[in-house]
């Protein structure tokens, strides 16, 4: 997701020994069962529930805010699980990126309507910060046969810089957009007939942001979502990209009518309103580590407590 303001991206880290390690890691995950990759990532999982203690208090927080009529015990289950997810989600980019296209194929699924996908006009692919949201976008580009747009901000790390625009552009006719490039270019490549992957679903800071509900909470969101579906007179069509036993399963939902409208924070607010229901789903694979709640109305104070 990007600012309309473009800015100019920060120089690339030098490439270490630890680096190379990481990534040889990865490299020799992608060949090994997706029962091992999960065994691991459980294991990863509860190690990092257990040190990343910020991170958890962070997790809690949200969880606290978003479903208030959960107990302390079903709370710290949820985070404990939600913990695991995204391990598992980490070390599954391990196969997506490195693995034959064949297992890749196999471990991903995409359901529901995918003719909205295969419609050659301008889209926007709302795609919720969930965790396996890269499992969904190597979904999308292995099976939909058009040009898609996704946003990338990159790393300051070159190394692993490279190893994530590699892996993004593995299949298909996939074309970044660097985030410090502002909205323009995203907006003419959609007015092409393009699909955007986009996740506008995280505080952005006050930064032409609105603050409209979400589960209820006052939260900063830019409206990102109705601005290029408005200017790149596209549709808007939600991608859920679920993790299962097998792989992942990718829903495409129905495009949404009648959106945008001619009030953006009210497109805006109805953007998180559809957020919370497909949360509702899955909400221990939602990004919870975030801290969604950051920026807070004038006068009011911060729901982290000092995190």
Same mark, same amino acid.
């Given at each position: 997701?990007?600012?309309?303001?473009?800015?100019?991206?920060?120089?690339?880290?030098p490439?270490?020994?630890s680096?190379?390690l990481?990534?040889?890691?990865?490299?020799?995950?992608a060949?090994l069962?997706?029962?091992?990759?999960?065994?691991?990532?459980w294991?990863?999982?509860q190690?990092?529930?257990?040190?990343?203690a910020r991170?958890?208090?962070?997790a809690?927080?949200?969880?606290?805010?978003c479903?208030?009529?959960?107990?302390?015990a079903?709370?710290?289950?949820?985070?404990?699980?939600h913990?695991v997810h995204?391990?598992?989600?980490?070390?599954?980019?391990?196969? #997506?990126?490195? +693995?034959d296209e064949?297992? $890749?194929?196999? !471990?991903?699924?995409?359901t %529901?309507?995918?003719? /909205?996908l295969?419609?050659?006009?301008?889209?926007?692919?709302?795609a919720?910060?969930f965790?396996g949201?890269?499992?969904?976008g190597?979904?999308?580009?292995?099976?939909?046969?058009?040009p898609l747009?996704?946003?990338?901000?990159?790393?300051?790390?070159e190394?692993?810089?490279q190893?994530?625009?590699?892996?993004r552009l593995?299949f298909g006719?996939?074309?970044?957009?660097?985030?410090?490039?502002?909205?323009r270019?995203?907006i003419?490549?959609?007015?092409?007939?393009?699909?955007l992957?986009l996740?506008?679903?995280m505080?952005?800071?006050?930064?032409?942001?609105?603050?409209?509900p979400?589960?209820?909470?006052?939260t900063?969101?830019?409206?990102?979502?109705?601005?290029?579906a408005? #200017?790149?007179? +596209?549709?808007?069509?939600? $991608?859920?990209? !679920?993790?299962?036993?097998e %792989?992942?399963?990718? /829903?495409v939902?129905?495009?949404?009518?009648?959106y945008?409208g001619e009030?953006a924070?009210?497109?805006?607010?109805?953007?998180?309103?559809k957020l919370?229901?497909?949360?509702a789903?899955m909400?221990e694979q939602?990004?919870?580590v975030?801290?969604?709640?950051?920026?807070?109305?004038?006068?009011e104070?911060?729901?982290?407590?000092?995190d």
């Amino acid at each position: 997701m990007s600012n309309t303001t473009a800015t100019t991206p920060p120089p690339a880290a030098p490439q270490r020994w630890s680096d190379r390690l990481g990534l040889g890691f990865m490299r020799l995950l992608a060949r090994l069962p997706l029962a091992w990759v999960r065994g691991l990532g459980w294991l990863v999982g509860q190690v990092l529930h257990l040190v990343a203690a910020r991170r958890r208090r962070i997790a809690s927080t949200n969880w606290a805010l978003c479903f208030p009529q959960d107990s302390e015990a079903q709370r710290r289950r949820a985070v404990r699980q939600h913990f695991v997810h995204f391990a598992q989600a980490w070390l599954d980019r391990s196969w #997506l990126w490195e +693995a034959d296209e064949a297992i $890749v194929r196999a !471990r991903l699924r995409l359901t %529901g309507a995918t003719h /909205e996908l295969q419609v050659e006009q301008p889209t926007v692919i709302l795609a919720p910060h969930f965790v396996g949201l890269d499992a969904g976008g190597m979904a999308v580009s292995l099976n939909v046969k058009r040009p898609l747009i996704s946003i990338y901000a990159g790393q300051l790390n070159e190394a692993v810089d490279q190893w994530i625009r590699a892996g993004r552009l593995r299949f298909g006719d996939v074309k970044l957009v660097e985030k410090h490039q502002g909205l323009r270019p995203v907006i003419h490549l959609v007015r092409g007939g393009g699909a955007l992957y986009l996740l506008p679903d995280m505080d952005m800071g006050p930064q032409e942001s609105v603050f409209v509900p979400f589960f209820g909470v006052p939260t900063a969101t830019v409206p990102t979502l109705p601005r290029i579906a408005r #200017l790149g007179h +596209a549709r808007v069509v939600p $991608v859920i990209s !679920r993790m299962t036993r097998e %792989g992942y399963d990718v /829903e495409v939902l129905p495009a949404w009518s009648d959106y945008p409208g001619e009030d953006a924070v009210a497109d805006t607010a109805t953007m998180n309103q559809k957020l919370e229901a497909m949360i509702a789903t899955m909400p221990e694979q939602y990004y919870w580590v975030h801290k969604r709640f950051k920026t807070r109305p004038p006068g009011e104070a911060s729901l982290y407590n000092g995190d």
